[in-house]
């Protein structure tokens, strides 16, 4: 079983940046790609970004050019530094990881950090 734990999130006034973080723990075998979603109430989760294991990078629309995702293998983390925080940003974000073992694919989810921009 793999754990993930998020740091981050808060207030940020309009225009600030913040970074998220999550770590992965436990049993881990091979982690594959790593992501940030985000939810808000009465809609669907979004994809925002993913890293794959080499380091491709895949983002959404909405947050090209502000948000940037990064990994430390080392530390099984990955990060998002969001920048340009927008009100629309606001939202629980949610990190999700692929964990390869065996042929099998594992996903697992953090527990979400509230983000919420806002003067």
């Known amino acids: 079983q793999v754990q993930l734990v998020e740091s981050g999130g808060g207030l940020v006034q309009p225009g600030g940046s913040q970074r998220l973080s999550c770590t992965a723990s436990g049993r881990i075998f091979s982690l594959s790609t790593m992501g940030w979603y985000r939810q808000v109430p009465g809609k669907q989760r979004e994809l925002v970004a993913t890293?794959?294991?080499?380091?491709?990078?895949n983002y959404a629309d909405s947050v090209k050019g502000r948000f940037t995702i990064f990994r430390d293998n080392a530390k099984n983390t990955v990060y998002l530094q969001m920048n340009n925080l927008k009100s629309e940003d606001t939202a629980v974000y949610y990190c999700?990881?692929?964990?390869?073992?065996?042929?099998?694919?594992?996903?697992?989810w953090g527990q979400g950090a509230q983000v919420t921009v806002s003067s």
């Open positions: 890293i794959g294991s080499g380091g491709s990078t």
């Open positions: 999700k990881v692929l964990d390869n073992r065996a042929g099998a694919v594992f996903r697992y």
